[in-house]
């Protein structure tokens, strides 16, 4: 075979070749910040806390915004310290809120997360609409379009040392995420599994129920972070909820509860991606907004599986969850 034939033989097709540059990474984006989320809310739904999940995701923003207005860097690292300090503050104000206000929980949650989210929309207007990198649209919805990768146009190109250098750095980095997070909760599985279930059994036998939250929080923040660079809060919210809500009306069994949320999560990112960016053109003329997508699917898939789960036990609530 002669060296034209080979390079022939080795090229990629046009139409795989256009969907790798404008739609393979912002799918893998989508989908690994959709497990990753998934996989950390599983928890705080089992734990009964989603919504101080979707109270972190909304607060988080001003020290996003006031993060990126310093530091003039959307980089990991200054984001991350923002964010974390927003959710300190955060939940500090709710404590607060709770001892001095005599409100109780849920209240005080959704005082004080509307009211960091309305302050990060401000900060962003007064600040960042005109000539910064940073706007509402960003955060809402994120910037998948954006995430072209210049593909090598032969197979060897690709998976030479370098072939992955003009890819964007955010669905690498949430990739690498999604499988620190799934090390994390292998690893510490057992004690997952017993502060969930028995807080007390479980500081009786000498472990730190607060440690192992304050951990899953950690994690969580990162993942918002990350996440809202790529896929908007919009998504973050949806996910750190629906899959593993959808889930916990599927099974009553941990191990299968938390792969399944997984994939659920994994499941809609795929689909709402390709719904969005390929179905809808054919159906509609145009695309749409891909996190959109990801999120309207994620609360299809809850709402059938809770009509489901009805009709299936009666109209009784679903099972406890057992180990």
């Known amino acids: 075979m002669s060296d034209t034939d080979e390079r022939a033989a080795d090229a990629i097709p046009a139409g795989l070749h256009e969907f790798m540059t404008l739609d393979l990474m912002p799918m893998v984006?989508?989908?690994?910040?959709?497990?990753?989320?998934?996989?950390?809310?599983?928890?705080?739904?089992?734990?009964?806390?989603?919504?101080?999940?979707?109270?972190?995701?909304?607060?988080?923003?001003?020290?996003?915004?006031?993060?990126?207005?310093?530091?003039?860097?959307?980089?990991?690292?200054?984001?991350?310290?923002?964010?974390?300090?927003?959710?300190?503050?955060s939940g500090l104000a709710i404590g607060a809120i709770i001892r001095h206000g005599r409100v109780e929980r849920s209240a005080a949650i959704g005082l004080v997360y509307t009211t960091m989210f309305a302050?990060?929309?401000?900060?962003?207007?007064?600040?960042?609409?005109?000539?910064?990198d940073l706007d509402?649209?960003?955060?809402?919805?994120?910037?998948?379009?954006?995430?072209?990768?210049?593909?090598?146009?032969?197979?060897?190109?690709?998976?030479?040392?370098?072939?992955?250098?003009?890819a964007p750095a955010q669905p690498l980095r949430l990739v690498g995420l999604l499988v620190i997070s799934c090390v994390a909760v292998a690893v510490g599985w057992p004690l997952l599994r017993a502060v969930a279930?028995?807080?007390?059994?479980?500081?009786?036998?000498?472990?730190?129920?607060?440690?192992?939250?304050?951990?899953?929080?950690?994690?969580?923040?990162?993942?918002i972070?990350?996440?809202?660079?790529a896929v908007g809060s919009i998504l973050a919210i949806a996910l750190l909820t629906c899959p593993p809500a959808t889930?916990?009306?599927?099974?009553?069994?941990?191990?299968?509860?938390?792969?399944?949320?997984?994939?659920?999560?994994a499941a809609a990112g795929v689909l709402g991606y390709l719904l969005a960016t390929q179905a809808a053109p054919l159906l509609l003329g145009a695309s749409v907004d891909a996190s959109g997508s990801v999120a309207t699917l994620s609360g299809l898939g809850l709402a059938l599986s809770a009509a489901l789960s009805h009709r299936r036990r009666g109209g009784s609530g679903p099972a406890a969850a057992r180990l």
């Open 136 to 166: 509402v649209d960003c955060v809402l919805s994120g910037q998948l379009e954006l995430m072209f990768w210049n593909v090598p146009s032969t197979w060897a190109g690709v998976f030479e040392e370098g072939g992955l250098d003009g």
């Open 247 to 265: 889930a916990r009306l599927l099974t009553d069994r941990m191990g299968p509860y938390v792969m399944l949320s997984v994939g659920l999560g």
């Open 29 to 89: 984006a989508v989908t690994a910040s959709a497990a990753t989320l998934a996989l950390l809310g599983s928890f705080l739904v089992l734990r009964r806390q989603a919504m101080l999940g979707d109270a972190m995701a909304h607060s988080v923003l001003p020290g996003l915004v006031i993060a990126f207005l310093l530091t003039g860097s959307r980089a990991a690292g200054p984001m991350f310290a923002g964010a974390t300090a927003a959710a300190a503050l």
């Open 197 to 223: 279930f028995d807080p007390a059994f479980a500081r009786s036998r000498g472990l730190h129920p607060t440690m192992v939250a304050a951990a899953l929080m950690v994690l969580t923040t990162l993942a």
């Open 119 to 132: 302050l990060g929309v401000l900060l962003l207007e007064l600040n960042g609409g005109a000539n910064v």
């Open 225 to 229: 972070v990350l996440s809202f660079d």
